[in-house]
C-alpha cells in the first residue's frame, strides 16, 4: 500500500469510527456522545488532518478555525469529520497527485524544523547531523522517484549506496543542476564532519545556512 492509499485509508477509519459511534448512541446527532470520545476523535482527526495535507494547506486551515473556539464540542467535531471527508475524496479522485510529495515535506520539514530548535539552543552539532541526514533520506526519495537505483551490489551483498553516490546519480540524470550537486557535496561533507566528531572545523552560522539551504533544495526538488 502506497502513502496515498494508507492516507485514505486512515480517513476511512476516522469516518467509520464515527459512525460506529453515531449507531451506539441514542441521539442521531451524537448528544450522548460522552466528552471524552469527542475529545479522543477531535484529536485524532486534527493529528491525521495535519499528518495528511500539511500544516499549512487549506484543509489543516480551516481545522484550525473550528477548533479555535469550543473545540471539544460535538457541533465541532461534526464539522471536523466533514474536512475529513473532504480531504478523503478529494485523494480518493486524484485532486491531490501530490500527496505522496506533500507527506514528505512535511515529515522532512519538521526534521529540520528540530535540527533549526537545536541549534538555537546552542546544538549546533546535533543539528548538523539531523539536518544532514534529513538530506541523505530525501536524496534516496529522488532517487526512487527518479528511478535512480538506490542500492549497490557488492560481491553477493546488497547495500543501501552512499549519498555522495546518490547526489552524482541523481545530477547526472538531470534531476537537478550541476550546482545543487556542488551544494550537497558540501551539505554532506559539513554533516560528515559533525557525525565523526570533528566539530572545531565548521561553525554554528554554517550550520545556520546547511539548515536554510537544506530546506530550499527540498522544496525546489520535492520527493
Known amino acids: 500500500m502506497n502513502a496515498k492509499d494508507q492516507s485514505i485509508k486512515q480517513l ?7 459512525s460506529s459511534l ?3 448512541t441514542r441521539s442521531r446527532d451524537l448528544k450522548d456522545l460522552p466528552g471524552n470520545e469527542v475529545v479522543r476523535l477531535v484529536t485524532s482527526a486534527r493529528a491525521a488532518i495535519r499528518r495528511i495535507a500539511g500544516p ?5 486551515d480551516q481545522c484550525e478555525k473550528l477548533v479555535e473556539f469550543a473545540p471539544h464540542s460535538v457541533s465541532r467535531l461534526e464539522q471536523l469529520m466533514g474536512v475529513v471527508d473532504s480531504l478523503r475524496d478529494d485523494l480518493s479522485k486524484g485532486y491531490l497527485d501530490s500527496i505522496a510529495e506533500l507527506i514528505h515535506g512535511s515529515i522532512f520539514g519538521d526534521y529540520l524544523e528540530m535540527a533549526q530548535h537545536l541549534l538555537d539552543e546552542g546544538y549546533k552539532d546535533a543539528a548538523a547531523v539531523i539536518a544532514g541526514s534529513t538530506l541523505e533520506a530525501h536524496l534516496r526519495k529522488l532517487c526512487d522517484k527518479a528511478g535512480v537505483e538506490s542500492q549497490t551490489q557488492i560481491n553477493d ?3 543501501p549506496k552512499k549519498a555522495d553516490q546518490m547526489n552524482v546519480d541523481l545530477a547526472g540524470k538531470g534531476v537537478y543542476s550541476k550546482l545543487d550537486q556542488k551544494n550537497v557535496t558540501a551539505w ?7 557525525a565523526h566528531g570533528r566539530y572545531n572545523e565548521y561553525s554554528g552560522s554554517q550550520v545556520e545556512l546547511l539548515i536554510s539551504g537544506i530546506r530550499d533544495f527540498i522544496t525546489r526538488n520535492p520527493a
Open 56 to 60: 499549512h494547506s487549506a484543509y489543516f
Open 22 to 24: 453515531r449507531a451506539r
Open 157 to 159: 551483498e546488497v547495500r
Open 188 to 194: 554532506l561533507d559539513l554533516r560528515n564532519k559533525a
Open 12 to 18: 476511512e477509519n476516522l469516518l467509520a469510527e464515527l
